[in-house]
């Protein structure tokens, strides 16, 4: 599975749009850009899945560029529950597999 | 959405003992689930795959005969620490897939965790 590369933390405060930007220098041609969110002492969940382009759902925006070497989770509006840890993972977008964890960006949402 | 449970929440155990952690997948049926571990401040790490009617495929670097894994049923996975220490304490999560019940989707629910806890 590709790499990737996000920042270890983040701050931002309520109401604000937050963009987490991740980097994937090695995506394979099948692989997939999947977004998840974990709260302390809870499996993650998913927040959203890419392959290229944009992707919206009710949550948030995911933006790909052409060359697919890096993606942008955009939380709109964010609250204080927002605050969490974020993992961006490249891989086979079939669930098929076991997940390949980075380190993740945690998100730290101020009043 | 699809539902995975886990039991128990929490569990506190003497050294040498063993532990039994249940994955159900609640409304859906899983051919395929994962186990993963995690300590603290660090990252999700995938342990094992359990699949259903056959043995589980283990990462490297992780012990088969000290993580037991059983898939009895299309909705049932057991992860057994034996012989448990306190290097074994961990936050064990699992997930799983829709998978061919509904077509592959792009989406794996996991679990809400077992602090496992050796004494």
């Known amino acids: 599975l590709a790499k990737t590369t996000q920042p270890i933390s983040m701050d931002s405060y309520e109401g604000q749009e937050v963009n987490i930007t991740c980097s994937h220098n090695n995506i394979a041609t099948n692989d997939y850009i999947t977004w998840y969110q974990q709260f302390p002492s809870q499996g993650p969940r998913f927040i959203i899945q890419?392959?290229?382009t944009k992707v919206t759902n009710e949550v948030a925006s995911l933006f790909i560029p052409a060359d697919r070497k890096s993606s942008t989770l955009s939380l709109p509006r964010v609250s204080l529950s927002d605050t969490a840890v974020y993992y961006c993972?490249?891989?086979?977008?079939?669930?098929?597999?076991?997940?390949?964890f980075g380190k993740g960006t945690h998100l730290i949402i101020q009043p | 959405g699809a539902v995975v449970s886990q039991h128990p929440s929490w569990v506190i155990c003497k050294s040498g003992t063993s532990v039994k952690i249940e994955c159900r997948s609640l409304d859906f049926q899983a051919t395929t689930m994962f186990w993963y571990r995690q300590f603290p401040k660090q990252s999700l790490m995938l342990m094992a795959t359990?699949?259903?009617?056959?043995?589980?495929?283990?990462e490297q670097g992780v012990e088969k005969d000290k993580f037991l894994i059983n898939h009895a049923s299309l909705t049932l996975s057991t992860l057994t620490v034996t012989s448990a220490h306190p290097e074994d304490s961990s936050f064990y999560i699992c997930?799983?897939?829709?998978?061919?019940?509904?077509?592959?989707?792009?989406?794996?629910?996991f679990g809400p965790g077992t602090r496992l806890t050796v004494l």
């Open positions: 993972l490249v891989g086979g977008g079939g669930g098929a597999d076991g997940l390949t």
């Open positions: 997930s799983a897939n829709e998978g061919a019940s509904r077509g592959w989707s792009n989406e794996q629910f």
């Open positions: 890419g392959y290229k």
């Open positions: 359990s699949n259903e009617g056959s043995k589980a495929t283990y």
